[in-house]
């Protein structure tokens, strides 16, 4: 088993306009942290393959310090599963902020996979998730409907991927890609609830396909769930080659987020009907999702940072 930590001190940019840590610079310090990990086991490069969680359980604010810490769980021929945990420092107390699990794949210079040296033998629990991985994405590339039709509420998000936003080896690095994800989604919540929200977490992501330096990035979100102060937000993500056309599925995943007020306390929100049998079967499944990640939040929140 192999560790890494490192720290990040709140700054005004690294914050919204009331106060907290954007949810997207949250996650994007997540996946930075486990990918400085999976840099020293892979000795060269490697993408994130997908994302089992990642919850944002406490707000950071202006001022603080989170220490972030990854930890290898589990490798297979050419790919690590890393768990990360946020810890929040105020003054002498820490207490856990937000944790995740994701896998990486080691790539060579043409991005193909490539053999990890590092061996940390999985257990029986590491070897179901990785199945339920290749299921998940088995399922998301067989999905080819674009999730904006026949959904009620919905906004699409378009962007040029400069080499700001990538590795050396042409990719868009997938911190930067939370962070746009959060933005984009995160507008998408503003918008229905016509107010503040905060993000909660995103649920599992599979990466089909990378998103390459000078492609245009599509992200489809819409609304997929609504409860009395939350809600849950789904996204597309595509890569689109300017000079071709051609529109490459990326990834398909969901934000959570709560409404709040001025004062920072959950608000209700209105109830959203399903206005296609589409729809009404995305909230269907995304219902049965919520009850399985809320339950898993649960438990998780029992972690300690130590």
Not at 258 to 280: F, N, T
Request: net charge neutral; aromatic share 10%.
């Amino acid at each position: 088993m192999y560790k890494t930590e490192t720290y990040y001190s709140v700054f005004p940019w690294h914050t919204n306009h009331f106060g907290s840590l954007h949810g997207g610079i949250y996650m994007s310090w997540l996946i930075d942290t486990a990918g400085v990990l999976m840099s020293s086991l892979s000795q060269g490069n490697y993408l994130l393959a997908s994302v089992d969680y990642l919850f944002l359980f406490k707000p950071a604010r202006l001022g603080d310090v989170v220490r972030v810490v990854a930890t290898s769980k589990a490798t297979w021929r050419t790919s690590v599963e890393i768990e990360v945990r946020g810890c929040v420092r105020r003054g002498e107390s820490e207490e856990l902020g937000a944790m995740g699990l994701m896998s990486y794949v080691a790539v060579d210079e043409n991005n193909r996979p490539r053999p990890v040296t590092e061996v940390i033998e999985p257990d029986e629990e590491a070897q179901q998730r990785k199945r339920k991985r290749l299921e998940r994405k088995r399922s998301v590339s067989e999905d080819t409907q674009e999730l904006l039709p026949g959904m009620t509420f919905g906004r699409s998000y378009v962007r040029t991927i400069y080499p700001e936003h990538g590795f050396g080896n042409g990719i868009l690095y997938a911190g930067k890609m939370y962070t746009m994800l959060d933005e984009a989604l995160a507008i998408v919540a503003k918008l229905y609830t016509k107010g503040n929200t905060f993000t909660a977490g995103a649920g599992s992501a599979d990466f089909l396909v990378p998103v390459k330096i000078g492609d245009i990035l599509e992200i489809q979100g819409a609304v997929e769930y609504t409860g009395n102060s939350s809600l849950d937000v789904g996204a597309k993500l595509y890569a689109i080659n300017h000079f071709t056309g051609v529109k490459r599925l990326v990834s398909r995943t969901v934000f959570s987020f709560v409404a709040i007020d001025d004062q920072g306390k959950p608000r209700s929100i209105p109830k959203l009907e399903p206005s296609s049998e589409y729809e009404r079967k995305v909230m269907e499944q995304r219902v049965k999702e919520r009850e399985e990640r809320l339950k898993l939040a649960k438990s998780l929140q029992q972690t300690t940072c130590q």
